[in-house]
Each structure stands twice: as C-alpha cells, then as structure tokens.
C-alpha cells in the first residue's frame, strides 16, 4: 500500500536549506498544515517495505497486522503473519477453523486472547459482509474484538479513509510535536483524540497518508528512547524540543515484567497444548511451573478467557468452539 516514493521536500532541522523559515518559539502553535508535506514526504522515502502495506494483502492483511501488532515489535510479528496469511488468505478460511487453530498459529506472540479474537472477527465477517472486510468505520467497530483503534486503522489503511488513527507511536510524536511533552498519558485521553482530529488533514487521501506517516515517524525517529531529532522532518517546528526537551514529570514510566509472572505462566501451558494434537493431562501440564497455586491459577485463567477447553478426566485441549 506504499505510494511510489518520491524526493523528500524537507531537511531535518541540523541540515535545514540556506533559506529556510526561521524556527517558531516554543509558545507559537503548530499548525497541522506545516506538519503534513514534511512528514508525508519523509514517508514517501523511508517507509518500511512490510508486506501488510502491499497491494496484494488486501484489506484483511491489514486487519490481521493490525491485531497483530498491538504490544508486539514488527520483528516478531512478520514470520507469524506470513505463515497465517498464507494458511488463511481470506476471512472465510480462518472462520472455517476451530478458534483452537488459531491459537495454535498464533505462536509465541504473545496476548493469545486477540487470536480468538481475530477469529471472532473473520467469523462475523463471514456471515454478515460475505467474507469481505467492510470499509465503513462503524460496520468494522461492530464486529466483536475490534475497538476505536482498529475500526480506525484498517478503514485508513485498507480503505483509504479519512480516520485519527492514534497508536502508541501517533501518540508520542503528536505529544512531542505539538504539546511539547516527552510522552503521552498512560491512556488515550479526550484531548489527544480533539487534538488528532484537529491535525487530520481535509482531503481523504492525504489523511489516509498522513495516519500512516505520523505511525512510521514515532516507529522509527521519535522513539520512545534515544529519538532521532537529527533525522525527524519537523524538528524545528516540534515543541519539546525547542523547549529544550523537559524530562518527563508525569507518573513513572516502567517497563512490563514477564519472567515469574502469570503471564509467562499461561505462555507456558499454552506451548504445551499448542504442540499437542490430542487432549493434554493434567500431569502433563503440572511439569511446566514448579509453584502450584499460581499454575492453577494460571491455567483456569486460560480457561475462563476460552483459550483452553476442559474434558471429563482431567484432559485439557485449544478450545474446538
């Protein structure tokens, strides 16, 4: 879905032309017109190459990236993508399978709940829209699994429609660039949303365009550490740093825990039953964690989510239903 690229327009702010504006002060508004060519362009010449952006992945590639790639690094998700859209080109080949499969291909990603997800998805999408992921933001925001988020995402994405399209990396960068923050809340808040809708430029296309550049920009130059102010196209019109980029003051910032956690729990008794193609005992499943209490509480959390089926005498399986 990547445009053919073009010569960018614009300099980051350490190699700006001869002639260029002088830069705003810190207390002067960015206005959202001066933000869409520079980072549209520096789009047009630095996005990735990823396969749920070709022509050929259609608007459910799209979808499948999309829950796929909430919490999990690109790196992680590409193997993963390719083996499922080659198992499952279309909504009506997912939806044909038990959940179960799905959970089994989902692999080592991580947060196994959007596969049952996922597959909720293809089935509705199946039954209701004829196998065909709908355009419209709303018919997407009915089917079960997806939120504001997603509807938005693949209706700009796929669609090419007009929709704020705010991840954690949209989020960063509009934090940054305009509010002169170092991050955003913890959670999406009401201004954040007034604020996205204020930047999206008028023309469908371009919004379209701008939702996945903006997304790219905080994927690769406004990170979340060590950014890349050198590289970024609106460096000299981003508010955090021409007011000095003031450490953050919010609420500790902290990174999620995994080892000893129910978390990695529940990942161990899933590889399990993953593996397996025939009910699991429960002994079986006893040998992946030495700490009782927390195993059960573990594997009757995967129970209560339906990612693990119980069977009379003790036998466990990915659900069939």
């Known amino acids: 879905m990547t445009a053919p690229t073009k010569p960018s327009h614009t ?16 207390a002067e508004p960015v206005s959202g017109e001066r ?3 520079p980072v549209i362009d520096w789009f ?7 396969p749920w ?3 050929e992945a259609g608007a459910w590639g799209v979808m499948v990236s999309e829950f796929m790639l909430q919490q999990t690094p690109v790196n992680r998700v590409l193997p993963v993508y390719e083996q499922w859209m ?6 009506a080949d997912l939806a044909a399978e038990a959940p179960g499969e799905a959970v089994r291909a989902w692999g080592r990603l991580g947060y196994p709940r959007r596969a049952l997800r996922l597959h909720g998805a293809a089935v509705a999408i199946t039954e209701r829209h004829g196998g065909d992921v709908p355009s419209d933001h709303a018919q997407l925001l009915a089917l079960p699994g997806i939120g504001e988020y997603t509807a938005a ?25 305009v509010t002169g923050v170092q991050y955003p809340p913890n959670a999406t808040t009401a201004a954040e949303r007034k604020l ?13 365009r701008w939702a996945a550049a903006s997304m790219e920009l905080g994927a690769l130059v406004c990170t979340a550490k060590n950014e890349s102010c050198h590289r970024c196209p609106i460096a000299a019109q981003c508010a955090w740093r021409l007011a000095g980029k003031p450490a953050h003051d919010g609420p500790p910032r902290r990174g999620q825990t995994y080892a000893g956690t129910d978390r990695q729990v529940r990942g161990r008794l899933l590889a399990v039953l993953r593996e397996a193609h025939a009910p699991v005992p429960q002994a079986v499943l006893d040998r992946v964690w030495h700490e009782p209490v927390q195993r059960a509480r573990a594997l009757d959390g995967l129970v209560a989510d339906g990612l693990v089926e119980p069977l009379p005498g003790g036998l466990y399986r990915l659900p069939l239903t």
Do not use: C, I, K, M
């Open 35 to 37: 933000l869409h060519s």
């Open 196 to 208: 996205a809708r204020a930047l999206l430029p008028d023309d469908e296309r371009t919004a379209a």
């Open 153 to 177: 995402a693949v209706a700009s994405f796929a669609y090419g429609r007009r929709h704020p399209v705010l991840d954690t990396n949209v989020r960063r960068v509009f934090a940054r660039a």
């Open 11 to 26: 300099s980051p702010a350490d190699t700006a032309p001869e002639h260029a504006p002088p830069q705003r002060s810190a």
């Open 44 to 50: 047009d010449e630095n996005a990735r190459d990823l």
């Open 86 to 91: 080659a198992r499952w080109p279309r909504p």
């Open 53 to 55: 952006r070709r022509p």
